[in-house]
């Protein structure tokens, strides 16, 4: 099972919007509603953005939002923050037999 | 809220078997929760690498299958990983994770580096 594909990098000015791509197969993205998304900084541990496609866990700000088209998801990054500069990764349930894909990150720069 | 803490050792010989433990804190180990151990080697992306159910069902990336082993202790409220023949490939930092449902890694570990090196 290969990862979902995902931009290496993008970048935007403070308060614009960004989004980024996951893009997989009709084997997890495609054939599931069961996307995640984490932000990773630096030397921490990644946590939960997103879950379900486009639900947000309590204490997450509502200028994240996700969505899927076929067999790709993204995350939205509207009015963006410094301390939204991170490494985000996609994840998806890819069935019962490799059960989990994560994407391959995309670092976010904000200008 | 649950608490997750990894431990072991930091070096393993190539050919050894890296063992971690992870420790639970705020919630029972017997909650409704998928225990799961996540990796990620230095400068890249993250993997998945198995879990197990209080109940003792397991399932694992079937790329690394054939080497893992995880484990639950309800008595001490942890969950171990093994990880046999490991080679410098399996170099990375090993975080644990819970989830409730599909891939929601809600809590993490703080993550540990295990190093393969002779």
């Known amino acids: 099972q290969s990862a979902l594909t995902q931009p290496r990098s993008v970048s935007e000015s403070p308060g614009q919007s960004v989004t980024i791509s996951c893009t997989g197969t009709s084997s997890d993205v495609g054939g599931y509603n069961y996307v995640s998304w984490y932000q ?5 541990a990644p ?6 496609v486009s639900k947000r866990p309590s204490g997450v700000p509502d200028r ?8 790709t998801a993204s995350l939205t ?8 500069e991170a490494d985000y990764y996609c994840c998806s349930y890819a069935g019962s037999y490799t059960l989990y894909v994560f994407g391959t990150g995309t670092k976010v720069t904000v200008l | 809220q649950v608490q997750l803490q ?8 190539p ?3 890296l063992s971690l433990t992870c420790a639970v804190s ?3 180990i017997s909650s409704n929760n998928w225990w799961t151990w996540v990796r990620q080697p230095p400068g890249k992306g993250l993997e998945w690498i198995g879990e197990i159910y209080h109940s003792g069902s397991t399932n694992y990336n079937p790329s690394l299958k054939s080497r893992v082993t995880i484990s639950i202790d309800k008595s001490k409220d942890q969950f171990s990983l093994k990880l046999s023949s490991v080679t410098a490939a399996d170099t990375a930092v090993y975080y644990c994770a819970s989830q409730t449902h599909y891939g929601d890694f809600a809590y993490w570990g703080q993550g540990t580096l295990v190093t393969v090196s002779s």
Request: charged fraction near 20%; charge should be negative; avoid cysteine.
């Open chain 1, 40 to 44: 990773q900084h630096p030397g921490k």
């Open chain 1, 47 to 52: 946590k939960l953005m997103i879950y379900d």
């Open chain 1, 64 to 71: 994240f939002s996700g969505s899927k088209s076929g067999n």
């Open chain 1, 77 to 84: 990054i509207s009015g963006l923050q410094a301390e939204d």
């Open chain 2, 6 to 13: 990894e431990s072991g050792p930091g070096l393993v010989k």
């Open chain 2, 15 to 17: 050919s050894g078997t």
């Open chain 2, 26 to 28: 705020g919630d029972s």
